[in-house]
Each structure stands twice: as structure tokens, then as C-alpha cells.
């Protein structure tokens, strides 16, 4: 599954407004071809999430984990 984007309301940081996260899409080579070193990739089956503090990485993480829980809990 890859996810394009995320809204979260009224979730922990995420009030009402303005609180999509947009996940870019990963540029790792898939082909099986050489990348020259100068290119920063990402393994396509890697997340990162990166803001300054304090900005709500662990509020997207948390709300991807409830989303995603089996358990139903």
C-alpha cells in the first residue's frame, strides 16, 4: 500500500484545520539499474518522516498505527 497524502483531525497536535500530510513519492530505483552515489534514494519500502520538533511526527505515526491496527483495539 502507498499512501498519497493523510488528514488528521482533532487528533493529539491536529486540531481542525489545515492537517494533510502529503507522503512524496520514492524515487529508489526499482529497475535493477547502477544509481550514481550523488542521488540521495530511498528504499521504496522506507519511511521517513522528517519536521523540526515539536511538529507532530509522533501524531502522524500514532494515527497511521490506529489506521492500520488489526486488532481493532
Known amino acids: 500500500m502507498h499512501l498519497k497524502s493523510l488528514t488528521i483531525t482533532n487528533f493529539r497536535k491536529f486540531e481542525t484545520e489545515n492537517n494533510t ?10 529497475t535493477g539499474e ?23 511526527k509522533t501524531t502522524v505515526t500514532k494515527a497511521l498505527e490506529r489506521l492500520l ?3 481493532n483495539n
Request: aromatic share 6%; net charge positive.
Open 21 to 30: 500530510v502529503y507522503f512524496v513519492a520514492s524515487r529508489a530505483n526499482t
Open 34 to 56: 547502477t544509481v550514481p552515489p550523488s542521488k540521495n534514494n530511498v528504499a521504496s519500502d522506507t519511511t521517513l518522516i522528517v519536521r523540526k520538533n515539536n511538529s507532530g
Open 69 to 71: 491496527d488489526t486488532n
